[in-house]
């Protein structure tokens, strides 16, 4: 087998395979993948939103008849730390053909996939991200965590609220929805986005200024959110932006807040009755530790588990430095939901 022009030859359980830079071209293989992986739809329209205008990258796998067994792509996300922004690269769409579950070899096309990516992006310079981020699942982070690949940080809960009854938000409060068409939109993420960054100097956060907004939430093709802003009576200048997703019968999804985390409590109780509005019977966000905490008191039940959060090695971070850090998580900052 003779690699194309950038790919890297390796052996995988006897058979040569090609790892290479997935380009555009490569569209139909990672959609292909990504339908037999996780088994929803996913188009052209999504491709460009994640890897076009998301100025995504990603890494392939491929076995010699030319078929894409294994895909780990990052997506730039900066973080802040301390009022310092750091070029972070979350990573998402961690896929490897179903036909490999149960293949016993250590070093497989997942191990390949991403120790490419990781090792072509991150880290110190000239690497172009400092540290890199996902959500994965419990058997991923084992698998990466085994493959001296990645260190599990903390985990994300899973929280739920019954949406009736509520008990409504304190009258010093008003909770209105805000229009992504509206001309005043991007003024007033950036004011909500502004009111978090002062709050949250000793945790690390990812950005959420307008253009990130409108990528994540108003480009994306697939899905359609809501916004509404938590407010003073006598102004329409947000205290903060929750991000809902109520198109789901069943439970609505809290996604974000832009905002000042002592104000959680408060816009749970907005988010509850925009929820209870659109005939969801149940609420569900998903939340860091230190989300949590700032809603506990809130919960209808007992947090439950949502996902694991990795840290590709190759991150100019250490183990001690994972641990002791205050991070800022909610559903929205996966690329998933």
């Known amino acids: 087998m ?15 395979y090609s790892v290479r830079d997935v380009a555009a071209a490569d569209m139909a293989a990672v959609l292909d993948l990504h339908a037999g992986v996780f088994g929803g739809k996913v188009d052209a329209g999504w491709f460009a939103w994640k890897y076009s205008a998301g100025k995504g990258g990603a890494v ?13 792509a990052g997506i730039p996300r900066a973080l802040l ?17 179903p036909a490999w579950r149960g293949i016993m070899t250590r070093r497989g096309p997942f191990y390949h996939a991403c120790r490419q990516l990781y090792s072509s992006r991150i880290g110190a310079a000239p690497a172009p991200y400092r540290i890199g981020f996902g959500f994965p699942s419990e058997r991923h982070m084992r698998l990466a965590v085994a493959l001296d690949l990645a260190w599990q940080g903390s985990s994300l809960a899973a929280l739920h609220w ?23 939109f991007d003024r007033a993420v950036a004011q909500a986005w502004q009111a978090m960054t002062a709050s949250l100097a000793d945790a690390i956060v990812g950005e959420r200024d307008p253009a990130y907004v409108r990528w994540r939430f108003l480009d994306r093709p697939d899905r359609r959110y809501r916004f509404f802003m938590l407010h003073r009576p006598w102004t329409r200048t947000p205290a903060g ?3 809902l997703y109520l198109d789901d019968p069943q439970a609505a999804q809290w996604l974000d807040w832009i ?9 749970c109780e907005g988010a509850l009755a925009a929820a209870a509005g659109s005939g969801a019977q149940t609420m569900t966000a998903w939340a860091s530790p230190m989300v949590a905490e700032a809603l506990q008191g809130t919960l209808s039940e007992p947090p439950g588990f949502a996902a694991c959060v990795g840290i ?14 205050r991070w800022w998580w909610m559903g929205g900052d996966t690329d998933f939901l």
Do not use: F, Y
Request: proline share 7%; charged share 15%; aromatic share 4%.
């Open 162 to 184: 019954s949406t009736s009854p509520t008990r409504g938000l304190a009258k010093w409060w008003r909770w209105s929805p805000l229009d992504p068409a509206a001309k005043h």
């Open 60 to 72: 392939g796998v491929w076995n010699s008849a030319g078929r894409l067994v294994a895909h780990c």
């Open 81 to 97: 730390h301390a009022g310092h922004a750091v070029a972070g690269l979350q990573i998402g769409d961690v896929m490897v053909d």
């Open 241 to 243: 932006i929750a991000i």
């Open 259 to 267: 905002g000042p985390p002592g104000l959680l409590q408060a816009a």
């Open 312 to 325: 590709p090695k190759n991150s100019c971070i250490t183990q001690d430095e994972i641990g002791s850090r």
């Open 2 to 16: 003779t690699p194309a022009a950038g790919s890297l030859l390796v052996s995988i359980a006897g058979e040569d």
